[in-house]
């Protein structure tokens, strides 16, 4: 699976290493790849990062 996560408002990034954090735990193996980072003022409709990893959850 792939996804991209897209703001919808203009922001500050904040929470990254949360963000991938999570994401870890549900699949250790996925890569998240940022195009913004931390305290980065970010615009409507710009992509903040990319997330590939398994979309199936086992033991759930």
Same mark, same amino acid.
Do not use: Y
């Given at each position: 699976?792939? /996804?991209?996560?897209? !703001? =919808?408002? /203009?922001?500050?990034?904040? *929470?990254?290493? @949360? %963000?991938? !954090?999570? %994401?870890?735990?549900? #699949?250790? !193996?996925?890569?998240?790849? @940022?195009?913004?980072?931390? *305290?980065? =003022?970010?615009?409507?409709?710009? =992509?903040?990062?990319?997330?590939? *990893?398994?979309? =199936?959850?086992? #033991?759930?």
């Amino acid at each position: 699976m792939r /996804a991209e996560l897209i !703001t =919808r408002e /203009a922001a500050v990034l904040c *929470g990254s290493a @949360w %963000f991938e !954090t999570v %994401f870890k735990q549900l #699949d250790p !193996t996925c890569c998240v790849s @940022w195009t913004a980072h931390d *305290g980065e =003022r970010i615009a409507p409709g710009q =992509r903040l990062c990319s997330v590939e *990893g398994n979309s =199936r959850i086992a #033991d759930w």
